[in-house]
C-alpha cells in the first residue's frame, strides 16, 4: 500500500490550496483517512480526518478554514485549505487506516509529504 500526496506548494498569506492523496496497492478497505503536518522546527499535528462514513474532525489551526473530503471510490482524501497563513507553513502528511488483501487487520500508511509555504 502506497499513499501519494499532491498538491503543495508556495502561496501567499490569504491564499488557498488544495491537497490530494490517493492510496494505492492492495487495498481491500480504508477506515480512516486523514492529514497531519510538521511546521519547522515543531511536532507533527493533526490537521483533520474523515472517517469512511463521512464524519470530520479538525485540529484547532484547522477549524473554520480548512475542509478534508474523500472519494472512497479512488482511495483519496483531499484538504482544501483556505485564507492560509505563514504560521501554516508545514509539511503536510497524508495518512490512512487500511486493511490490505494480504493481513487480516488494518494498519495505518502514511505519505511522504508535501511541502506548504505560506509567504509573501
Known amino acids: 500500500v502506497q499513499l501519494q500526496a499532491f498538491g503543495g506548494g508556495l502561496v501567499q498569506p490569504g491564499g488557498s490550496l488544495r491537497l490530494s492523496c490517493a492510496a494505492s496497492?492492495?487495498?481491500?478497505?480504508?477506515?480512516?483517512m486523514g492529514w497531519y503536518r510538521r511546521p519547522p522546527g515543531e511536532q507533527r499535528e493533526l490537521v483533520a480526518y474523515?472517517?469512511?462514513?463521512?464524519?470530520?474532525n479538525y485540529g484547532d489551526s484547522a477549524k473554520g478554514r480548512f475542509t478534508i473530503s474523500r472519494d472512497n471510490a479512488k482511495n483519496s482524501v483531499y484538504l482544501q485549505m483556505n485564507n492560509l497563513k505563514p504560521e501554516d507553513t508545514a509539511v503536510y502528511y497524508c495518512?490512512?487506516?487500511?486493511?490490505?488483501?494480504?493481513?487480516?487487520?488494518?494498519?495505518?500508511?502514511w505519505g511522504k509529504g508535501t511541502q506548504v509555504t505560506v509567504s509573501s
Open positions: 495518512t490512512a487506516d487500511v486493511r490490505s488483501t494480504l493481513v487480516d487487520h488494518f494498519q495505518y500508511y
Open positions: 496497492g492492495s487495498i481491500f478497505a480504508i477506515n480512516v
Open positions: 474523515i472517517t469512511s462514513g463521512g464524519s470530520t
